[in-house]
């Protein structure tokens, strides 16, 4: 029964701002804020602050510790009370104000699965002097989408739709031969031994950490 009367009564009661002091600390702040003799309010503020402090232990090593908590406390308070603060108070209107909307990047990626990454590589390889690096680059751009492209699908590509892709996204300005593609095959391999290794170092590390 008790217990059904404390989850009614969490419930039924006002949302805290830091809920993280726990809803006594709060009463203790909003007894505070009815105290008429201010004397007595900020021996009570002192006397609060120190139970914050005991609650916020993890923040001992916090060399702006004592600011945060009196921070708390006016916050807390719905910025009334009225005591004499050995920090500046925090400013409501600044708290209570919403973050600026970050803008979010407006960079259109033709295929998902290469990403924007292997998109300003194959920039950078359009803007490349022509010769033989640019050939060997482009060669190995391409052998990149193929293998971007496996471990996006895990199955099967068709060599002539990476050669086109590649087209697409140099605008007309890169091409392979289908010959100096790797082997599908091949490249499924090789990740299969990577992850294969990784997945052994990773239960190496795990077993090697369980025995300290």
């Given amino acids: 029964m008790g217990n059904i009367l404390d989850l009614a009564y969490n419930t039924e009661a006002p949302k805290m701002v830091i809920p993280e002091y726990g809803r006594n600390v709060q009463k203790m702040i909003d007894h505070a804020i009815t105290i008429k003799d201010k004397e007595e309010r900020n021996k009570c503020a002192k006397a609060i602050v120190t139970v914050m402090g005991q609650i916020n232990q993890h923040i001992k090593d916090n060399e702006d510790v004592n600011e945060k908590l009196w921070s708390h406390l006016f916050i807390m308070s719905n910025f009334k009370l009225d005591v004499d603060f050995p920090y500046e108070k925090t400013n409501e209107n600044e708290f209570n104000s919403k973050p600026e909307n970050v803008p979010y990047p407006k960079n259109d990626i033709k295929f998902g699965h290469y990403g924007k990454i292997m998109e300003n590589l194959i ?77 052994s170092n990773n239960s190496k590390y795990h077993k090697h950490k369980n025995r300290r």
């Fill in 123 to 199: 920039d950078a390889a359009v803007k490349y002097p022509e010769g033989e690096e640019k050939k060997n680059l482009t060669i190995h751009i391409a052998n990149l989408l193929k293998t971007s492209y496996l471990l996006w699908n895990r199955d099967t590509v068709s060599d002539s739709v990476i050669v086109k892709n590649l087209d697409q996204l140099s605008n007309g300005k890169l091409s392979v031969n289908i010959e100096d593609l790797r082997d599908t095959s091949d490249i499924l391999r090789q990740y299969k031994k990577k992850k294969n290794t990784k997945n």
